[in-house]
């Protein structure tokens, strides 16, 4: 048995074993994310250069480019972005100051419920607001029962302006929850101090809490921009005559019109606006600390 002990091999050190490369640990999430989105992102690009009559040809994007349709679609989807993330970040800094800084019963109850507003899906505000204003609505049928009219005056869902207004509904708390977050950072002895000093509310949120939540605005502001530039469900449910945006002429195209590649050049310019801006987002956060 001696024998046998002295002639076992020894155990190798603990750091000759060999180890799993860094690298090969990112393989599967990367394998997964090439499958799921870059692929099918990829099949899209694919498409955007096959005409139906065969073939590889860029026609498409000349065709698309040149059409009014897609112009108006563009600036439609602009206009409606930017002014719904005004819109938002204007609402959403002032109820967030409410909420932060304000006392008054149910506060925080009011904070958790806009943790669970950020799971809802639009169209279903977008449905709740059609059940207040819409030609069927609440507001009109008070209005034709009170006054005997044939029909109410509230119609604007059905424009620009409602979709703006049902934008603006369910984007802002995307604006407040990192507000929030960054008011909860904020000491109340600064304030108190400011206050002290004879400083007016109006200047204690221009000097002391506006530049604490500038990040946070940029955040969700950028947030707001790129999710309003993709939305879709908004849009259709309004029902909203002549509101054409990129989605929706991605889904014209694609559905009622059979024009496969010209609905993805429309996808593909959609997708590259998104990721400018994302990218622009990022450049711009990094310089200011965010």
């Known amino acids: 048995m001696a024998s046998a002990v002295a002639t ?11 180890r799993i490369p860094p690298w090969a640990w990112a393989l599967p999430p990367v394998a997964v994310l090439g499958l799921v989105f870059l692929y099918p992102l990829a099949l899209v690009v694919q498409q955007s250069f096959q005409p139906d009559t065969g073939g590889t040809s860029a026609q498409a994007y000349g065709d698309v480019f040149a059409s009014t349709a897609f112009r108006d679609a563009l600036g439609t989807t602009v206009w409606l972005a930017v002014g719904s993330t005004a819109g938002c970040l204007v609402l959403g800094f002032a109820l967030a100051l409410v909420i932060a800084f304000v006392p008054f019963p149910g506060g925080k109850a ?3 419920f806009i943790d669970v507003f950020l799971s809802f899906p ?3 505000i977008t449905l709740a607001l059609l ?19 044939a029909a109410g005056p509230f ?31 904020i000491e109340t002895a ?12 109006a200047r204690i949120v221009r000097q002391v809490i506006l530049p604490e939540a500038l990040p946070a605005l940029a955040a969700g502001g950028s947030l707001v921009l790129v999710l309003c530039l993709n939305e879709f469900g908004i849009v259709l449910f309004t029902g909203a005559k002549g509101v054409t945006t990129l989605p929706m002429l991605v889904y014209s195209k ?10 993805c050049v429309v996808a593909v310019v ?21």
């Open 8 to 18: 076992a091999p020894a155990a190798a050190p603990a750091g000759s074993r060999r």
């Open 110 to 112: 009011v904070a958790r």
């Open 122 to 124: 639009s169209f279903l």
């Open 131 to 149: 059940f207040l204003y819409g030609s069927v609505g609440i507001a009109n049928g008070l209005w034709t029962d009170a006054t005997g009219a």
């Open 155 to 185: 119609r604007f869902l059905t424009t620009p302006w409602g979709v703006l207004l049902a934008e603006i509904t369910y984007f802002t708390p995307f604006v407040m929850r990192p507000l929030l977050a960054a008011f909860s950072g």
């Open 190 to 201: 600064q304030l108190e101090v400011a206050s002290s000093l004879g400083a007016r509310p």
């Open 254 to 263: 694609a559905i009622l019109e059979s024009d496969y590649p010209g609905a």
């Open 270 to 290: 959609n997708v590259l606006i998104s990721v400018g801006l994302y990218g622009l987002y990022r450049v711009v956060s990094r310089r200011a600390g965010a």
